[in-house]
């Protein structure tokens, strides 16, 4: 199914003869309007230069590759139509931190390999901010930008060495990443995205040569990178927004990606709202932040019982435990608080943590595993500025989910169909965990659903799907970006979520709170 | 005027702001979509990638160099709008035997430098036909392509240094050639154009990136090719229709065109005839091969007195006579039949030529220049031989023009507002001369306008008008292609062309016969 809807479809050309004499260009271009059922199909030089062999070679009949360009259809490749050689194409998810990627056999549908590796522009500047300083300096933008190309050139010959096909296999590259990502995998000046009022260079960059991108596919590969919103919105949002397909469901969703930001979507077919950036102070240092990066010793989970204050921890494959990542800080903090070790305010209880909360450099300190059973000889511990920074970051969160969805659109949060969460902080997270901390609002847990890398599953999702499309266009023309302002009434909002779970202890129904049952 | 209505557009950028923060490559495209009234402008990545700096540098005002394409609008630079640096662009006539480059200043239209070189695939292979023979051998294709393109690289820089500018201010190349010329020049495989039914690989190629097709000029300059209409009518052909601009006039019009093969297109404003290829054998060995080419030596001129029979003979710079050009010949068979020497059936007549006529090798030649007076120790003659092979050509173009203006448009020669002569045939000929043999139609002779190179005038004329693609589509579309067959009505005309002027003697009432006064 997918090889007679997608980009790769196979024609059969009139044959021509004295009276019907057009050039086997035009002729090509005729057959793929009707088939596509559109009114431009270009056919570039590169498949020009061998096509009047190849026509009749293969008797009027073309297994063509195909992409979608901003006016309609560019053929990007022309073949038997029998043969057995295999069409494929690359999805690449060119994350801040990790840039990973997918080999697809466009006919198919089938995942052929998938890898990811570290952002080798890490290495020059940590992050986007330092990056895009970087890329003002002499030969610095171009240092970023062959960085990344280069490391995406290796990645690429070696999915295709795993599966056993050739990099000439490969036709069609769909890329997402955020604004500044994009901009230096293009090599695009990027000194504005942060400087105010916030402008990015591009917006919707056309689909481009691959070669003249720097990446080495084949010789007429195309390359398609997600167009962004604006600076702080980018092209990995819109290949999010895709993944879960809130652009298309009657009744409103919610997507939240809280990666290097926090990215809130919120909408439906009719309608898209969508708010990012740092919400001020308040998210600085934040999430982001939060915790170590998961791996063998971190500990994920955390369970407390309320009544003997037993703590059970579980580390990535249960070796001792070296640190806690994120989904384990949010699992920690809502075992303490449901089994009263914190307080409402978000502080720890002396009474109810005895021995285990200790002064360290003169501040409270909770040892969650003791210096004789951890991986370290030192103790796991979590101290009161740590939580206080948690608090923040779950307080933001959920100021930012009230503001956009009850302020901004109006509705309640019993009104979402599905509330998905996106990126790292979705990849593991415990739904009932940040419901319990008021982070993420009480409504049924069967409603989160975790998307994992949204921007890469987008991605892969166009490669099959030229009517995707359509969608983005309208997912670009449906949404409105607001801007979220550190204001006076935000920080009331804030102010009464920094309370566990809330000031208002009937939005979160279903959380059961030790000595409150 | 050319500056604010060709290539060349200065354009105000709205100032962004919170409120107004789309991208800087879709504010260029909002402002220039406003200037040009298109609903579509691509700014490549090339464009892009220095964007944001320069709209900042120039305070949101830039000088945008354009070009069209199928979709709309393209832009190819952005500069300073108060900058001096010269825009420019090249015309080309790609044509089989010589290529001529022109240097155009875009902004004031100026020719800032015009030079041409014999087309060096004649090295590896003489004419058309055997070109595209040799593209089928292994790297055939390839050598004929580099062969013009360096050359062409060759003569862009030396333009350049000429006019004291640098390659990289050129941003726009426009080349006419014929369907062959234009396959090899982009080597694309020309096996098909040769083969009926003579299927081209391509009729309309879209513009291209120059460095795509090997053309070093400014790193995002943009080539156009002009389109074919099939294989025996090229891009030459369409540049010399906007050249004469036939397509515009109320009144029929004509151009004929004779290089390496005969074309002639007849036409309004509202429909265009076109006729094009070898008319048989009787245009076999004709017209292109008649009489040398022109040099110095060489007889351009024969002025015989009817009475004395008194030959004048002028050569080019007036140096003694090595040889007669194409001209010469028309010059010379319009005054022998003029003075009674050769007889209207195309035969010399041994008792008005007298002496000099002579036998050689058994057959009657006329000797124009006696050996004593010639640069070449040996008399400058015309056999019989030559003359039938004259007579052959003039019969074969007269009966090609009535074909198509009476019995294809079904009007007459008295109809004809202008009858324009192109190519090599037209750049020198007497059209008084052409009337007396019976060559062209006997019609006043200030219709008779030559054109020169129109290949290269069209392709000058579209670097500097963008309406000019608008008019190519309406010469495409109303034009409608006549195959000439040489069938048995065909040769009963040709029979009656091969006398002299005519069978009919009343066709030509303007031809004063001696002996008939």
Not at 122 to 132: G, H, K, M, W
Not at 446 to 457: D, I, M, W, Y
Not at 469 to 477: G, S, V
Request: charged content about 20%; aromatic content about 6%; glycine content about 10%.
């Amino acid at each position: 199914m997918i090889g007679t809807q997608g980009f790769v479809r196979s024609v059969r050309l009139p044959v021509p003869a004295l009276g019907n004499n057009i050039a086997d260009a035009e002729r090509l271009k005729a057959a793929l309007k009707k088939e596509l059922d559109t009114d431009r199909v270009v056919v570039p030089l590169g498949v020009v230069k061998n096509l009047p062999g190849l026509v009749r070679k293969y008797d009027h009949r073309l297994k063509t590759v195909l992409f979608r360009e901003s006016f309609g259809w560019r053929v990007v490749s022309v073949q038997d139509p029998d043969g057995s050689d295999p069409v494929c194409g690359i999805a690449l998810d060119i994350g801040t931190t990790r840039v990973v990627a997918r080999l697809i056999d466009l006919e198919t549908g089938k995942t052929l390999g998938e890898s990811g590796f570290d952002n080798p522009q890490i290495r020059i500047a940590p992050d986007v901010l330092a990056r895009i300083h970087h890329a003002k300096e002499a030969k610095g933008l171009e240092e970023l930008r062959s960085s990344i190309i280069d490391s995406v050139n290796v990645q690429a010959r070696e999915l295709c060495e795993g599966a056993g096909i050739g990099i000439e296999s490969v036709y069609l590259m769909a890329c997402a990443g955020n604004t500044a990502m994009t901009h230096l995998f293009l090599g695009i000046d990027p000194s504005f995205i942060i400087r105010e009022p916030y402008i990015p260079g591009v917006n919707m960059p056309d689909p481009m040569d691959a070669l003249s991108v720097g990446i080495q596919l084949n010789p007429n590969a195309r390359i398609f990178l997600f167009p962004n919103i604006g600076s702080y919105f980018g092209g990995d949002l819109i290949a999010g927004i895709l993944c879960a397909g809130i652009h298309k469901r009657e009744e409103p969703s919610i997507m939240v990606d809280v990666g290097t930001n926090a990215e809130v979507v919120l909408g439906t077919r009719d309608w898209l709202i969508a708010c990012a950036g740092a919400a001020g102070p308040a998210l600085e240092g934040g999430m982001s932040k939060m915790g170590m990066t998961a791996g063998p010793g971190v500990i994920d989970r955390v369970v407390i019982d309320p009544d003997t204050r037993h703590i059970e921890v579980h580390t990535i494959e249960e070796k001792p435990a070296i640190g806690i990542c994120g989904s384990g800080m949010i699992d920690l903090a809502a075992q303490l608080f449901l089994s009263g070790m914190v307080d409402i305010r978000g502080k720890f209880s002396r009474e109810r943590c005895g021995d285990r909360l200790v002064l360290k450099d003169g501040i409270a300190t909770f040892e969650l595993v003791l210096a004789a059973d951890s991986g370290t000889g030192r103790p796991i511990a979590l101290s009161q500025v740590d939580l206080n920074s948690l608090t923040s970051s779950k307080a933001a969160m959920h100021s930012i989910l009230e503001v956009i969805v009850q302020q901004t659109a109006g509705i309640g949060f019993d009104d979402l169909e599905r509330f998905y969460v996106a990126g790292t902080f979705g990849s593991f997270i415990d739904p009932r965990s940040a419901i319990s901390i008021g982070m993420l609002p009480d409504i049924p847990l069967e409603k989160f659903q975790v998307l994992g890398n949204s921007s890469l599953e987008g991605s892969a999702k166009l490669l099959l799907d030229p009517d995707l499309f359509d969608e983005i266009a309208t997912i670009r023309e449906n949404l409105t970006y607001v801007e979220l302002n550190v204001n006076q009434e935000f920080m009331n909002i804030f102010s009464g979520a920094k309370f566990y779970p809330h000031t208002e202890r009937s939005r979160f129904p279903s959380v059961t709170i030790w000595g409150q049952a």
